[in-house]
């Protein structure tokens, strides 16, 4: 059986103001009226109902997540009680996916990206599955052909093709440099790893068990517990001990058998308040406005309020403008990653209010 | 008597978002801890006491006034009904001190200037009462040196010295294209109009009523009615019956026997956001910054907010930030002017209660 295990633990620095600590990017509905985490359930349509939708995010984010997702069965959200990067929470799942599904097939997917058409992207998930179903060992990702040389995207190189634009994997690539990827570019058989994977529950615990022992054996005793009463304590020691790890790292460049699918999807990583033009689209002066705004001589940029407190801008070009009840931030658009820096400035200062 | 007579009832609106129609740029502490109308009352000191001072300002606005001026005896505020410009607020308040005061020699000052420090300004009123007794018909002015070839200044044109510092004038000059501002500057015998003038009351009732008979006639019915049950029914009625007119125009224009003494007071008209940098100082990166703020590579920045709301910004040059409850402004400083048609948009809109 398909089952979809969602990623949803991330803090999203980057949306900083609309995004806080406790309410991270997958949270907050920023490219429409439903939120992030709740367009990647939506997307699943029938080809992964609800009950066999499985969320892992941290243990704080667990009431908000019910909450945005009351369709899903009870149990069906984890919180992980530290971060410990994706391979543990892969691996965590797919242990307790295996004891109520040992044939499970799990679709591991990022909760915080775009993605269109729906139609697409659930062909493309049955297609991969089909993949999966032909040889089992096998793991299956979804690589999105390169429209520029990103810098901040891992990279999958193909090799020979297996099928209509399948081709098993040549080799995982790290975030490049500029001038890597400009030649991963210019190759033409790089592909940006999307951060969606398929196999079989029993693979990737295969896996884990021969490239990270001690890991697998820390999620083995957290599993144990399952439906225990002593379960959250067990999750909570065990988990804290685990070295965190990227399943790119701990298992997907040193796996055999792995193919990619280039995606026919439109896929976005909405890594930044740029990606919001991208996916609101742009007014006749270039502007995506959300909430109460009035504008002279204001250019190709980003601002949001809401409907009660009014941004007036004047004679303002590539900046973002982004109010909350209790902060605002005012950026030059050519500026924005240093909102990571801010993050880590109020956290210095002890302007904890505003994380 | 030496009496102040200070003219309120400006809407300022290119303070918005800080200026509301209920709270304009004299109620606001744009340059510290105390208000400007209450900086320009105690600017006066012991040269004029609390009991010979009178504002004039908007019927609105009097609760405001007399709650940031409690020294003020009971009368001292007079709200006008409607918006006349100044020459009906001087020569009403003209007519008013004649009737306690027959001899009352008037300081007619705005309520929205920087001037320091105090001490000059208060010998500089001094010496320009010393020219009033001396000769009682004379209206004296003060000039401000020019620094640089101003257009939203009226400049007064210096005639012969009549003392140290001291000159008749030859002529009151209109607001000034730029080239003409320029040769102003470079000719060294013109001063910006401070818009502070002293004189006799009856001096200026005699120049109103042979240059403006009619607006004479009307103060003359509304001064006959003070004191009386009927006062604030005639107030409003003969009152709006006033052409508009300015001071400048309805009399200093016209007038002979006007002398202009060149202030040595620092003077400010703090006529917009760039004021407050020139007033308040700046930082090592050219910032001025009130409220809670956080910067990142951010220089020559006017930035304003609470102690409550932070403003964090990222990039950003040469702009214009503040922060209210209800709205927020952000601009380009050279783009300041459009403040005024922001104000003008919002009334458009019907959006009143940004205004």
């Known amino acids: 059986m398909l089952h979809a295990v969602i990623m949803a633990g991330g803090s999203g620095t980057r949306f900083w103001p609309e995004s806080r600590a406790d309410r991270p990017k997958q949270l907050l509905a920023l490219t429409g009226g439903r939120t992030m985490i709740q367009q990647t359930v939506d997307r699943l349509g029938a080809a992964i109902p609800a009950e066999r939708v499985f969320v892992v995010t941290a243990a704080r984010?667990?009431?908000?997540?019910?909450?945005?997702?009351?369709?899903?069965?009870?149990?069906?959200?984890?919180?992980?009680?530290?971060?410990r990067d994706t391979a543990p929470c892969i691996g965590l799942a797919a242990f307790l996916l295996s004891r109520r599904d040992p044939d499970a097939t799990m679709v591991v997917m990022p909760s915080d990206h775009a993605i269109e058409p729906t139609a697409?992207?659930?062909?493309?998930?049955?297609?991969?599955?089909?993949?999966?179903?032909?040889?089992?060992?096998?793991?299956?990702?979804?690589?999105?052909r390169p429209t520029y040389p990103a810098e901040s995207f891992g990279y999958i190189e193909r090799a020979e093709a297996i099928g209509p634009g399948v081709y098993n994997v040549a080799r995982f690539r790290e975030k490049p440099p500029a001038a890597v990827a400009e030649q991963y570019l210019k190759a033409g058989t790089f592909y940006w790893n999307s951060g969606i994977f398929i196999w079989k529950a029993a693979t990737i615990l295969a896996a884990l068990k021969q490239h990270q022992p001690e890991m697998f054996a820390h999620l083995q005793t957290?599993?144990?517990?399952?439906?225990?009463?002593?379960?959250?304590a067990v999750f909570e020691r065990e988990f804290a001990a685990i070295r965190g790890v990227s399943i790119d790292y701990a298992v997907m460049e040193k796996a055999e058998k792995v193919a990619v699918i280039e995606a026919l999807f439109v896929w976005d990583?909405?890594?930044?308040?740029?990606?919001?033009?991208?996916?609101?689209?742009?007014?006749?002066?270039?502007?995506?406005?959300a909430g109460k705004h009035l504008g002279l001589h204001t250019a190709n940029c980003v601002i949001r309020s809401d409907d009660e407190h009014l941004?007036?801008?004047?004679?303002?070009?590539?900046?973002?403008?982004?109010?909350?009840?209790?902060a605002?931030?005012?950026?030059?658009?050519?500026?924005?990653?240093?909102?990571?820096?801010?993050?880590?400035?109020?956290?210095?200062?002890?302007?904890?209010?505003?994380?």
């Open 61 to 83: 984010l667990v009431p908000a997540m019910r909450e945005q997702l009351p369709q899903l069965p009870a149990g069906a959200i984890l919180g992980e009680p530290c971060k």
């Open 120 to 144: 697409v992207f659930q062909s493309a998930i049955q297609q991969a599955a089909a993949l999966v179903d032909s040889d089992p060992k096998r793991i299956v990702t979804f690589g999105i």
């Open 222 to 232: 957290i599993a144990a517990a399952d439906g225990k009463p002593e379960f959250t």
């Open 269 to 289: 990583d909405v890594g930044s308040w740029h990606a919001i033009a991208r996916l609101r689209g742009v007014d006749a002066d270039g502007n995506t406005i």
């Open 311 to 326: 941004v007036v801008t004047l004679g303002l070009k590539d900046c973002i403008v982004v109010h909350t009840p209790d």
């Open 328 to 355: 605002t931030l005012v950026a030059d658009r050519r500026d924005e990653e240093s909102i990571r820096r801010v993050v880590k400035m109020l956290e210095e200062r002890g302007w904890s209010q505003y994380l």
